[in-house]
């Protein structure tokens, strides 16, 4: 599982930061979450493949989290995409985009799927064989969703020595890799474990962003691997952040600590700060797996 | 006059290079004219104060240059602006964005007029004491207008010597100014350029993008000093020109050895060319005072 942030501040681009987006590859799989203005240069840059995104996740409509969408959407029509996309995000962003769209008088040259989000309880949105995303509801400004991406447990490994050691006949593999024992011809039950080994884990993401603190989103992300959370301020605007609804570093850690989260990635940092590490500091004088979030920086999970 | 090219290249943004932007410095007013994605991030690149910038003119509702509109008015929210904005653009331009602002919840912290447009013909648009800028129809694949921008002539200069030999009373200053002769106690008439130097010329400047050639927009442009014309394409792609509505390097010369105009800058290059030095070349070809526009790029004219 490889996480890339194409961007991680707050409020409005800079010369030197991006608003928030990032890619997510998961099971091969390359999931697009927030797309602020600017997200396809930064793809560019990151040399990700515009061809491989078929999901976008739009977290909500604050314009450092969505105002890339148009233009990314535009620039895979201009680029002659054929490919369903879909789009998943607030109720509206149908309506943004396709009134774009109509007035430019450029449709796409792909078919775009709208979900639409409305739900204030955590939902299913997305499932396949081999992942399931589902939302994780925020407390923010208007109606936001985080997103827990998670593979689903693969099958155990078969161990070939040991298969041919028992000279056990090939129909019997797939049963082996779905953790059964196997009898053999003599009466003798060789146990699952004998015969194969553990599958590759499966990994969880979590992201929250933006949020308050809100200890309500702990039971739908408990025990994730990776959870990326919010920490829009420093300590010193703890009360900043609860005005506008926001998290600190500190907060951001203590929803990992209370999660039982294995790793915290921060971000969606506020530009007012000369430089980040010291969101690392205050977050781990809480939780000690940090790390810090930035722009263009690609995090491997295994 | 100085004109700051912020992007000036056709379709998706890149690594390299912009979508239309540009900013017209013109009697002390910042005029920004199209706003593709990315334009703010522009804006701070080339160090243009957002605070100065009061009018914002969109040619058309395709992406390349208008998505970046709603991140700049955002922006100038978020910075806490209280200064009027005045849009002027298709219509439509004020449903999408106060759609977006809407259902972002974020008003902005300054009145926002929109002047939408929907005329065929040439219009006034924008006049105070010192600027007038009207439409100039285009004929592109969606409604269209390029803007001139034109300096209304100055008054005169007072000869100080002059008045103050001829022991004129400062009460005739102002109609000395205004081109009037003076009459002294004696009876003999002083002529005006006797007692006064010719005003700063008016400059003007043409804004044509995009568009498909043509003729009709030579009477509006008719002796400009500065004309903008895009060339998306060279003379090899002529047909392509034709078909999309677009035009050639050469086609935009020829506009301005008919419209007379003194000057020529050339701009909106497709990215499909690995350099735009053959633009000036083959514009070359039809009229000598070509400018090549590029992105970061400032030029002043007196």
Partial sequence: MRLTILGCYAATPRTITNPTAQVL???NRLFLIDCGEGTQVQLRKNKIKFSKINHIFISHLHGDHFFGLIGTISTFALLGRTTDLHIYGPKGVKEIITLQLKLSNSWTTYDLFFHELESKESEVIFEDSKVIVKTIPLKHRVYTNGFLFQEKAGERKLNVDAVQQYDIHTAYYQKIKNGGDVTLDDGTVVANKELSFDPIPALSYAFCSDTVYNEDIIPIIQDVDI??????FLESEAALAQKTLHSTAIEAAKIALKANAKQLVLGHYSTRYDGIERFKQEA???????????????????
Same sequence: chains 1, 2.
Avoid: A, M, R, W
């Fill in 284 to 302: 781990q004088t809480i939780f000690p797996n940090v790390l810090l979030g930035d722009d263009g920086v690609s995090f491997e999970f295994l």
């Fill in 25 to 27: 590859e998961i099971k």
């Fill in 227 to 232: 959870l990326y959370h919010e920490s829009t």
